[in-house]
């Protein structure tokens, strides 16, 4: 009885590793990154600093308070890649996280482009930085042909500091599939504000 | 039993290990079907020369959409240079269309990235909005009848063999 229990003990750890996610070091900005992969999809989240953030967009028109709205955010580095033979179609409306691992319903989804554009149309923000801030983030929906990747900023609507499991969705050959990065940290605000929504 | 968990650890160490160790760019170009029409354009280059896309029929286009903070499309800029150097004896034209920047910022760039092919400037991003681009950066090929042939999403090792061979093999194309 014991062996069959190993057994399917053992067959049942190869796809929970599949799908599991592992913490590091980007190489290119030296900040934590995580990584998952599965279902032919890799997922890589790098944490951003708010300076970070504050710099780049002060950098491309934005002005103080606008940028100290954007770095209010838990800004991830969102890179995903389709290493499988079929289209995958993204839509990060339909992403979500769990905050601080807070039981039930208490999870958050990224602000999308469109909020962000309306905010910005409201504050008269000009077009040179608003053309920047659209190719800036994480493009809000779509389909990577196979070999296709891309990488762009997700913004998440929790105080910087918070810890988040992020739930990555897509759709391919018209069936959806799932991929939870866990544990992610968004870095902590040197100063400044937390998101109001 | 414990050799099973060994074999089952490894697999699972080896999925890890092997899926964020690669770091090298599929050369894949994705056939776009229907061949539609690629959108027609008139933009200046860094020295004040306009390229109009029409004038290009006859010839593939390597068309890249790109900014210059945007990683990817920075670490793919050297090996568009080589596929370049490779490409233009074969009569293929490589354009690269900035997204909002202006000529200082991308003059800058160019002294860190050094690069032969024709840099553009489409600083109000209506061309970019008259393709389907989401992200960047995205790369289409123009056959020589004006049509988007393939497109890549993300960056890519232009200078990969087989890359090169399907750019050729349609510019040889009738």
Redesign the interface.
């Known amino acids: 009885m014991n ?1 069959i229990r ?2 399917v003990t ?2 049942l ?2 796809p ?3 799908g ?1 996610s ?1 913490e ?1 070091i980007d190489d ?1 900005t030296g900040l934590p990154r995580w ?1 998952a ?1 599965g279902d032919d999809v ?1 997922v ?1 989240l790098v944490q951003r600093l708010p300076d970070q953030t504050r710099a ?1 967009f002060i950098g ?1 028109g934005f002005n103080a308070a606008q940028v100290d709205r954007i770095a209010g955010h838990c800004v991830l580095q969102t890179i995903i ?1 389709n ?1 499988g033979g079929t289209p995958i179609v993204l839509d990060i409306a339909n992403w979500s996280a769990r905050v601080d691992d807070r039981p039930g319903d208490a999870t958050v989804q990224p602000r999308l482009m469109s909020d962000w554009q309306q905010e910005w149309t409201e504050a008269g923000v000009g ?2 930085p608003r ?2 801030f ?3 983030l ?2 809000n ?2 389909e ?9 900023m997700t913004t998440w609507p929790v105080p910087p500091g918070s810890e988040l499991d992020v739930h990555i969705r897509w759709v391919a050959d018209g069936k959806p599939h799932e991929l939870v990065v866990d544990n992610v940290r968004c870095a902590q605000a040197a100063a400044n504000s937390v998101p109001n929504q | 039993m414990k050799s099973l968990f060994r074999v089952a650890l490894l697999t699972c160490l080896f999925t890890l290990t092997s899926a964020y160790a690669q770091e090298e760019l599929e050369p894949a170009l994705t056939p776009v079907a229907g061949l539609p029409p690629a959108a027609a354009f008139e933009l200046k280059d860094l020295e004040g020369d306009v390229h109009v896309l029409a004038d290009y029929r006859g010839r593939v286009v390597v068309l890249n959409f790109w900014a210059t903070w945007c990683p990817p499309c920075r670490r793919e800029m050297p090996s568009m240079q080589r596929a370049y150097e490779e490409l233009r004896d074969h009569g293929v034209e490589m354009l690269a269309v900035d997204v909002g920047e202006d000529e200082e910022t991308v003059f800058q760039f160019t002294a860190d990235y050094p690069v032969e092919f024709p840099l553009l400037f489409d600083m109000d991003s209506k061309v970019v909005q008259s393709y389907p681009v989401k992200g960047l950066p995205t790369t289409y090929i123009i056959d020589k009848q004006g049509r988007i042939a393939f497109q890549a999403i993300g960056g890519r090792d232009w200078d990969d063999a087989a890359l090169l061979e399907e750019i050729i093999r349609l510019q040889k194309a009738p």
């Open positions: 062996k190993d057994i053992a067959l750890l190869v929970l590793c599949a599991a592992e590091g290119r990584d992969a890799r890589r780049f491309r890649y290493d077009n040179g053309i920047a659209r190719w800036a994480f493009p929906q779509q990577f042909a196979p070999g296709d990747w891309n990488m762009g």
